[in-house]
């Protein structure tokens, strides 16, 4: 087996945003008469997709889901800018290109929002495409990932689709791709062991299992 193109999942995987995303939960919520949300732990347990399943066990109903999720967005897209990437990502982008291999973001993001972000993390220049959806409601990303597959020159098992929630391995299984989850994001490695994927706990260790399959 050899890996020859990365699927990046963004939220939680490169973009180090699950404090960020636990206070904007924290603070949109209890405008709605809503709870919120005391540790990590409690955060990892709720958190799924797709995200109308997350709200409702954090008590959003059918009839205020989407103002829910338009003030959440708003709020999440205020401070943005202050959210960290995890400490290694950008060597281990920086390791995955100088492998020679194509790297994409495969994102449940809302494309415009998630461009913004890449350029503002100045990170354009190591993604060959870069995929979301086309609303804030975070569904699924298989379908856009397939019609990328399709069309790409790398076939499903020369890919793998790396991602830091139990959705990441379930949209390689549909994509027919590898899998490895990181245990650094939005669900915790007991959740994502689960998966009977591979689970890492840092990105650089995800690198490393990688350049394994192509030995």
């Known amino acids: 087996m050899s890996i020859k193109q990365v699927l990046w999942d963004w939220n939680g995987t490169l973009l180090d945003d ?19 949300i005391d540790s990590v732990e409690a955060y990892h347990e709720q958190f799924t997709f797709p995200i109308r399943i997350y709200y409702e066990r954090g008590g959003v109903t059918e009839e205020n889901f989407e103002a829910v999720a338009h003030a959440w967005m708003d709020e999440y897209i205020r401070g943005c800018k202050a959210i960290p990437l995890h400490e290694d990502a950008i060597t281990v982008l920086q390791k995955v290109k100088d492998a020679g291999l194509t790297q994409v973001v495969l994102s449940a993001s809302k494309l415009d929002v998630l461009k913004e972000q890449l350029s503002y993390y100045s990170l354009e220049g190591y993604f060959d495409r870069v995929l979301g959806l086309g ?81």
């Open 18 to 36: 699950l404090a960020y995303g636990m206070d904007v939960r924290n603070r949109t919520f209890p405008t709605f008469g809503l709870p919120t």
């Open 135 to 215: 609303d804030i409601y975070a569904k699924s990303k298989v379908a856009v990932g397939k019609v990328y597959l399709e069309s790409c020159q790398v076939p499903q098992t020369e890919t793998v689709m790396i991602g830091d929630t139990l959705h990441d391995a379930q949209v390689a299984k549909e994509l027919g791709t590898h899998c490895v989850l990181v245990a650094s994001g939005h669900q915790s490695k007991k959740m994502l062991l689960e998966a009977g994927v591979m689970v890492t706990d840092t990105l650089e260790e995800a690198f490393d299992w990688i350049m394994q399959q192509n030995q």
